[in-house]
């Protein structure tokens, strides 16, 4: 009876489903490795573990059922997404929860949820429709970046004003699907001229309007969705009167970032920037070789080593090569998600995979690059590796997206995969 279940319900591609599998793995066994700080607290050292075990059941069935979902059903849910995501978005500004400093989540039925994650999906899936729909013999139609702006635009701002990260990571996936959706290039060389402008200015209003401060350790955006009873104690929020208080913050890590002063051992603050100083010392405590799991001595002193920083930790314990191979495997699902995508016939779910594959990877990338020391240090997790609330879930459902195009989709004539399989 079970086997039945399983080969009825079980589908998609066979090296998406061992990405998945290998990266829960890694997020169990390092999720129970970096969380002694949450284990003091709540006195119960298998509590953190276990409950980030269940969220993860919980993503793995929505999953399943997202996988069992034909692609073509996929459109149908855009204009829902879209409406709820951005409802919820202006509610967070208005009445939502803010945690060290920033305005990112809403209490939904006693749970904290966080709406961008929501809204990263839904523009993906709106984006995806727009250039399909626009496709021409010759790329696609020059007025499809203006429907994108008009439907990205706001969502993007919204999200920017309490996470500007995670705006700025959806941007460079919205830009990457346009570049694959084969939008003009000169238009797409505009984009990139006046979003480097702009950039450039935002930083300058930044450096001059923010008053520095002494940065709070990061909330990730990974402790959403938990149970309220163990979420961050929520502080309370002027709401859209305050959207520019984080100014301070973004100047703070600006200038962290690209200071170039040397600083000896003995004057290090290390209460200050105890993120960057703990995750270099857990770094170089690997040995290249790691110190084995389990064996993490600074997941006792870096905030959010479970969640934000976990990277680190797999450095340490995992050394240098397993490290790498984590990496290797965000690679391997974005090439593995292209093989499915050249495989479709029609450009929405080929487009849709590969906004949601860009979307996790871009993230993954982004987190190891704060976690080594390459980028300013965010707030943003580790998919599918953190421990997790909204991004867990959320991103088991990117994932059964791509399982779903990968069997349900129609496939070319000319793909050498789909003439085997006709031919026997």
């Known amino acids: 009876m079970i086997d039945q279940f399983l080969k009825l319900k079980i589908k998609g591609d066979g090296i998406i489903w061992a990405v998945y599998f290998i990266l829960c793995a890694v997020s169990i066994i390092e999720v129970y490795s970096s969380s002694s700080g949450l284990s003091y607290r709540s006195g119960n050292y298998f509590e953190p573990v276990l409950r980030h075990a269940g969220l993860m059941f919980v993503g793995l069935c929505l999953l399943v059922g997202t996988m069992n979902i034909k692609c073509k059903y996929f459109k149908i849910v855009t204009p829902f997404a879209l409406l709820i995501s951005f409802i919820m978005l202006i509610a967070v500004l208005a009445v939502g929860q803010s945690t060290n400093g920033a305005q990112r989540w809403i209490g939904l039925f006693g749970f904290q949820f966080q709406p ?16 399909s729909a626009m496709q021409t013999p010759d790329g696609a139609d020059r007025r499809a970046f203006k429907y994108i702006a008009y439907v990205s635009i706001p969502f993007v701002l919204l999200i ?27 238009i797409l060389g505009k984009i990139l001229g006046g979003v480097m402008l702009a950039g450039a200015l935002f930083v300058a209003v930044v450096m001059a309007a923010g008053t520095e401060k002494t940065e709070e350790p990061v909330a990730a955006e990974t402790n959403t969705m938990t149970l309220t009873e163990s979420a961050p104690k929520p502080e309370k929020s002027g709401g859209v009167s305050k959207i520019f208080h984080r100014f301070g913050t973004w100047k703070s890590r600006i200038n962290k970032f690209l200071s170039s002063k040397e600083v000896s051992p003995d004057s290090f603050d290390i209460d200050k920037d105890a993120q960057v100083a703990h995750a270099n010392i857990a770094i170089v405590s690997s040995n290249v070789v790691g110190v084995g799991p389990g064996n993490s001595v600074q997941r006792d002193f870096l905030s959010q080593a479970y969640s934000d920083f976990i990277y680190a930790i797999i450095i340490e314990e995992m050394g240098v090569w397993g490290a790498g191979a984590v990496c290797l495997l965000y690679i391997i699902l974005l090439f593995r998600t292209a093989v499915i995508a050249n ?19 871009t993230q993954a990338m982004f987190n190891m690059m ?54 026997k």
């Open 116 to 131: 961008s994650e929501l809204a990263k999906g839904a523009i993906v899936l709106a984006e995806a429709q727009i250039l």
């Open 160 to 186: 920017a004003l309490e996470n500007l990260s995670t705006a700025m990571l959806l941007c460079v996936t919205i830009f990457a699907m346009m570049f694959i959706g084969r939008v003009p290039k000169a």
């Open 343 to 361: 495989r479709c016939s029609n450009a929405f779910p080929a487009l849709l995979i590969m906004g949601i594959a860009l979307l996790l990877v």
């Open 370 to 423: 704060v976690a080594v020391g390459l980028a300013p240090v965010t707030g943003q997790p580790l998919p599918l590796i953190s421990r997790g609330g909204t991004s867990t879930i959320m991103n088991c459902v990117y994932i059964g997206i791509i399982l779903s195009v990968s069997y349900s989709a129609k496939k070319r004539e000319d793909d050498p995969v789909t003439q085997r399989v006709t031919s």
